[in-house]
């Protein structure tokens, strides 16, 4: 089984330049419970990736990969 680092960036780059749910990658079969930390593992190795909060009213966070990494 890959790590949950490759399966975050596996589940970002089927859904290139989609804005994702932080929910999404904290799903067991994405990222787990620290979906989101590899996240911004991903973005500080240099990966092409934006996050942003989702509008208001809710308080999740958007990520997405801009090209293909």
Do not use: C
């Not at 190795?45 to 308080?59: E, I, L």
């Amino acid at each position: 089984r890959a790590s949950a680092k490759a399966r975050v960036l596996a589940y970002l780059r089927a859904r290139r330049g989609q804005w994702v749910d932080a929910v999404e990658l904290t799903t067991p079969e994405v990222g787990g419970f620290a979906g989101t930390r590899r996240m911004r593992e991903l973005r500080e190795a240099g990966a092409p990736n934006q996050t942003r909060p989702k509008p208001a009213p809710t308080s999740i966070w958007h990520h997405r990969t801009l090209e293909e990494l």
